[in-house]
């Protein structure tokens, strides 16, 4: 069982709608939870992180927890074509550990 | 503030020759980790360096090796290349004192390293 599972998709979204990205986790020590985008070709840059049960905002992103179910979400609300890219997400309990990332591609 | 550097950022090598590669963290940063990404792995965990000491270590063979300096710079090493080694590999920078604040990661823009 992989320490972080993410849906590999790809995930497609008209401009303007919300984009729902789910991440599940196996180590119930987690203490911190990361979002990264990366662009084609680009490194990953952070999103946003959220270390307490609940929701999160950040202009246009939401980063729910719950601990009890393993699970972290990300949403992006008004989807815009710049939001197309990999969005990563990240576990940290003694180490890092990165899912393999949900393609997201926003429809013009 | 500057954000982390890595050199160089193209490689090509040879099966069988060495590597180093370069990272320089964001100033006051003392963790820096190092990643392998490849298109059908994702992210790879290599090493984690904190104030000079090999502080979490992936599951990667002893070809893959690190340091840090005391300026908190870090190099990475991978001895006797192989051609699955072809990957970008990522350097990363935290303060590393515990804590999400402390504990989040910025990438550097990567090295990518082409084995023929």
């Known amino acids: 069982q992989k320490e972080v599972e993410q849906n590999s998709g790809p995930l497609s979204v008209p401009e303007g709608a919300i984009a729902s990205l789910n991440c599940t986790y196996s180590?119930?020590?987690?203490?911190?939870f990361f979002w990264y985008r990366q662009y084609s070709g680009k490194s990953p840059e952070l999103i946003m992180f959220i270390y307490s049960n609940g929701d999160k905002e950040d202009g246009r992103f939401t980063a729910q927890l719950n601990k009890a179910s393993q699970y972290v979400s990300l949403l992006i609300r008004d989807s815009q074509p710049s939001d197309s890219a990999t969005y990563l997400c990240?576990?940290?309990?003694?180490?890092?550990?990165f899912g393999t990332g949900t393609s997201l591609t926003v429809i013009p | 503030k500057a954000g982390v550097t890595q050199t160089p950022r193209y490689l090509i090598k040879t099966r069988g020759q060495q590597v180093t590669l370069s990272c320089s963290p964001i100033s006051g940063h003392r963790s820096v980790s190092w990643y392998q990404q490849t298109p059908g792995q994702g992210l790879q965990f290599l090493f984690e360096?904190?104030?000079?000491?090999q502080r979490n270590k992936g599951n990667f063979p002893g070809r893959f090796s690190g340091r840090q300096f005391s300026n908190s710079r870090s190099e990475m090493n991978v001895s006797t290349l192989e051609l699955g080694d072809s990957a970008l590999y990522l350097c990363?920078?935290?303060w590393g004192r515990g804590g999400p604040d402390t504990d989040t990661q910025y990438f550097g823009p990567g090295t990518r390293l082409t084995v023929l």
């Open positions: 990363a920078s935290s």
């Open positions: 990240a576990v940290y309990g003694n180490q890092f550990y």
């Open positions: 360096y904190f104030s000079e000491t």
């Open positions: 180590d119930r020590g987690s203490q911190s």
